[in-house]
């Protein structure tokens, strides 16, 4: 019984979900990882909205990709320098406590936190680490955000401080064994990363990680990585991403 049971689960396995990359942005040329593209991507059904958290000279999180805001170097700079810049939407950077609690209106929106990697020092990431972690809890958001990182001990850090919570690692050089052994939920790799290691996906469901790739804009790809059953896809292109799932569904 056992079996049939576990046989009907896998063949009934959700179809994969659509993040979008630093909000939903590009159709609507919104500035990236800005509120208006976290908005934007859950008007328009993302399953989330992925986005990156920096910390500041000043010990302030806040929402931004590269690791300059408009040429304002964020870790060397305080929040107070970083508001003399604007996006050309007119919005601030905003600080992950504002992003956190716009995401929290969209209930259905998961928000996919990356804890970005300081250039100070392996201690400034995990003070970032700890503090996002922190912040979540204070919001009382933890069943609505998942963490990603590319440094392998925020990761860790995160299972420590909330066991419950899902987070995935980034950067494509952990077998699935290791990953699960050291807590964590998910592998969320650069799609080149599974070409590369084609057991990989396989060996993730079989221990019960979850797999995402990133960042698939290629229509091809998406429809590469969704017969291989993965769970998450994140795009700069969430449009075109639902396109193919459609498409895919449709063949079945």
Same mark, same amino acid.
């Given at each position: 019984m056992a079996i049939i049971?576990?046989?009907?689960?896998?063949?009934?396995?959700?179809?994969t979900k659509v993040i979008a990359h630093r909000g939903?942005?590009?159709?609507?040329?919104?500035?990236e990882n800005s509120?208006?593209?976290?908005?934007?991507?859950?008007?328009?059904?993302? !399953?989330?909205? %992925?986005?990156?958290? +920096?910390?500041?000279?000043?010990? $302030?999180?806040?929402?931004?990709h590269d690791k300059d805001f408009y040429g304002i170097d964020i870790e060397h700079a305080t929040y107070q320098e970083l508001l003399t810049k604007k996006h050309p939407n007119g919005e601030s950077i905003p600080t992950?406590?504002? !992003?956190?609690? %716009?995401?929290?209106? +969209?209930?259905?929106?998961?928000? $996919?936190l990356e804890i970005k990697t300081s250039i100070i020092s392996k201690e400034r990431t995990l003070q970032t680490t700890e503090m996002c972690v922190d912040a979540v809890k204070k919001l009382k958001l933890q069943k609505q955000v998942d963490?990603?990182?590319?440094?392998y001990d925020a990761g860790k850090l995160v299972h420590k401080l909330d066991p419950k919570a899902d987070v995935a690692y980034l950067n494509g050089d952990v077998d699935p064994a290791k990953a699960k052994a050291d807590g964590y939920t998910g592998l969320d790799y650069?799609?080149?990363?599974?070409?590369?290691?084609?057991?990989?996906?396989?060996?993730?469901?079989?221990?019960?990680?979850?797999?995402?790739?990133?960042?698939?804009?290629?229509?091809?790809?998406?429809?590469?990585?969704i017969q291989q059953k993965i769970e998450f896809l994140t795009t700069n292109?969430?449009?075109k991403a639902f396109e193919v799932i459609k498409a895919e569904k449709s063949k079945k």
């Open positions: 049971i576990l046989m009907v689960a896998s063949s009934t396995q959700a179809q939903a942005w590009k159709t609507q040329n919104l500035p509120l208006a593209s976290l908005n934007h991507a859950s008007e328009i059904g993302c !399953y989330g909205s %992925e986005f990156d958290v +920096h910390l500041t000279k000043d010990d $302030i999180l806040v929402v931004n992950l406590e504002e !992003y956190l609690k %716009e995401g929290k209106k +969209h209930k259905k929106t998961r928000l $996919i963490y990603i990182c590319f440094d650069h799609f080149s990363v599974f070409k590369k290691n084609p057991t990989w996906i396989e060996e993730a469901h079989h221990i019960g990680l979850t797999i995402n790739a990133w960042t698939v804009d290629d229509a091809a790809e998406m429809a590469n990585l292109e969430p449009e």
